[in-house]
């Protein structure tokens, strides 16, 4: 049985009866509204898939009518019946998101006709939001670069899932390392901006005019160096959004364009005159206590007031150990797909607990660090318990310097070069090129050494 919900919108009892007697014939289920405000009540409690509403009536006309439905129900498909000679509400219905229109007297088949092209465009949208969520739902799984279901994580991606559904800016805080910037894509790729451009940047990086210039662009001889205009980020992630990473480190003078932007969606590029509009949505993170900084005066308490929308907070790894093995597992495949012919070795279960115990302050960063190391100086098929706590509590880290010239006791220079060197190496993120580049030394001396470590660690 065909039970599509129709409502028909007019002031004249006896159209509502002709049209609603007809359709209600072929099936359709019919509501009917002498007014404005008796329709907006009927589409609020929802299902309603065409609204057939007459231009003039007294109180809300059709006009307002249709555009507060847009505004209500936007899957809700509107024809608007017109008056002979009154063509110009119909351009403007049409504008206003109408699917068609008929001048009163029309034809009984082709009110027939357009009423079921209309439903039909419903049924497309609705199974084309379907998809979509599907795609999403697959999305979420796996490929999505992120993995845990621990109570903690699952109970912050569906506030995330919530969060993604809206269209207002939200607020991540949470650790160093603990996963604020792949939940902000997740944020991105769940939303229905998930087509458009998803624009990251580190607020840290960049310094006094450069962040304004690359958040709102400039034009050209704004400053010395800008050669050219150049487009800001705000305008490049227009339809999309826009990741402000590390926003507690932006400069106060940037913090009250970003504030204006928040509010009314204008900006005015730097060296410009004419204000820019952006429809950004703005996701930002920070590892910092906001409050502290408004309280120190480094951060505009209307901005955060602003930003704070949506607040999420990534919980720290060590308050979801129970995601860590799958973690392990999903760091080890990563780290395999990035050094190719690598065997994946396996991690026996002692070693396991000890990776499940640890602390780890610097959370899923140093867990992805620990991993690289730990297949790229694998020794064998397994890694025992042996070798992880030769990585997570060498010895040698108290013979390294406080920073002031003091130590602490006397070691070998081998062991000092040891520690010197895992620090290095953890700093850039367990990039061995990028160590020794900046240390001025071959790779394979890095292997060799750290190498030469671990087995001595491990030796009982
Ligand atoms: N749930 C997760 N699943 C898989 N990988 C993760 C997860 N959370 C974080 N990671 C990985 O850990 C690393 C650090 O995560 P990310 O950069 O998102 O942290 P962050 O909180 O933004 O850190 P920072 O505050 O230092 O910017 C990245 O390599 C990321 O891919």
Sequence with gaps: MNARHILIVD??????ELLGGRLGRQGYRISEAGDGEGALRCIEEGGVELALIDIKMPGMDG???LE???QLAPRTEVVVLTGHGSIDSAIAAMKLGAFDYLTKPYQLTELDL????ALERSALARRCDALAVEVQRRRSRDDDGMVGDSPAWLQMLEQVRRAAALDVPVLLTGE???GKEVVAAALHRWSRRAGEAYVPVNCGLLEGELVESELFGHKRGAFTGASADREGLFELASAGSLFLDEIG????ACQAKLLRVLDSGEFRPLGASAVRRTGARVIAATHRDLEALVGEGRFRHDLLYRLDVVHIVVPPLRERREDIPLLVEHLLRQAVRRHPGTPAPRV??????R???HAWPGNVRELRNVIERLLVFADGDRIDAARIDALLHPGATTAASSGRGGFERIVPLAEMEQAYLRWVVDKLDGNVSAAAARLGIARSTIYRLLRAQAEEAARP
């Design 355 to 357: 990776l499940i115990d």
């Design 114 to 117: 357009v009423v079921a092209r």
């Design 68 to 70: 507060r439905i847009k």
């Design 11 to 16: 002031d004249e009892e006896l159209y509502r």
């Design 63 to 65: 006009i307002e009518l």
């Design 176 to 178: 160093s390392g603990a």
């Design 348 to 353: 026996e279960p002692q070693a396991l607990q």
């Design 249 to 252: 480190e932006l400069p106060l």
